[in-house]
């Protein structure tokens, strides 16, 4: 059974930096790409950065790019958001998803229950 | 610039069919899409990928009851036999030269 658990949430002030955690098993984690997806309150799915299996090639969305930095670490099967100079508007429930497969542009088929990010003074 | 667009809002009734939309921009009307639900206060979930001959190919566990289709740039999700839990958000989703894109989500109330 595929399962996605998000960690490492919480509040931070405006410029902040915080790292999120999404620990996968279920399947071999090496073989596909990886995404973060966020939810502000209230709000649709917004789609923040996506990296492929090998964890060489990363995309980043325009909002984040320059301050958040998608990475993973194969050995523990775990995926890793880096954010930093956190703004107001980064405010979220961010989830992470699995892709079908080994490249980037891949479909989500599998989703996290998310972990909530608020950044507040 | 790829944009999907998708109305706010749809009903229909408990046991009835309901179609949702999900329409790409001009210049992008051969892209393959993804249907994702988000039952209320919960993760989303994998619906389909949708292609753009109409073909479709479900998760996990979806039952015959979603289906996929496409007409030009408008590909489809069907939801026949409408049951309670199936009210939630729907979104769909497609890949861009480097970037994802989300439609705005459509909002499905059984009635």
């Known amino acids: 059974e595929v399962q996605l658990l998000e960690s490492g949430g919480g509040l931070v002030q405006p410029g902040g930096s915080l790292r999120l955690s999404c620990v996968a098993s279920g399947f071999t984690f090496s073989n596909y790409a990886m995404s973060w997806v966020r939810q502000a309150p209230g709000k649709g799915l917004e789609w923040v950065s996506g990296?492929?299996?090998?964890?060489?090639?990363?995309y980043h969305a325009d909002s984040v790019k320059g301050r958040f930095t998608i990475s993973r670490d194969n050995s523990k099967n775990t995926l890793y958001l880096e954010m930093n100079s956190l703004r107001v508007e980064d405010t979220a429930i961010y989830y992470c998803?699995?892709?079908?497969?080994?490249?980037?542009?891949?479909?989500?088929?599998?989703w996290g229950q998310g972990t909530l990010v608020t950044v507040s003074s | 610039q790829l944009v999907l667009t998708q109305s706010p809002s749809a009903s229909a009734s408990l046991g009835a069919s309901v179609k949702l939309t999900c329409t790409l921009s001009?210049?992008?009307?051969?892209?393959?899409i993804a249907w994702h639900q988000q039952q209320p206060e919960k993760g989303p979930r994998y619906l389909m990928k949708?292609?753009?001959?109409?073909?479709?190919r479900k998760g996990d566990g979806i039952p015959d009851r979603f289906s996929g289709s496409s007409s030009g740039a408008e590909r489809y999700l069907t939801i026949s036999s409408l049951q309670s839990e199936d009210e939630a958000d729907y979104y769909c989703q497609t890949w861009g030269t480097a970037m994802g894109v989300f439609g705005g989500g459509t909002k499905l109330t059984v009635l």
């Open positions: 949708v292609n753009g001959d109409g073909s479709h």
């Open positions: 001009s210049g992008h009307s051969n892209y393959a």
């Open positions: 998803a699995k892709g079908d497969q080994w490249l980037v542009r891949s479909d989500f088929d599998y």
């Open positions: 990296i492929g299996g090998s964890g060489s090639s990363t």
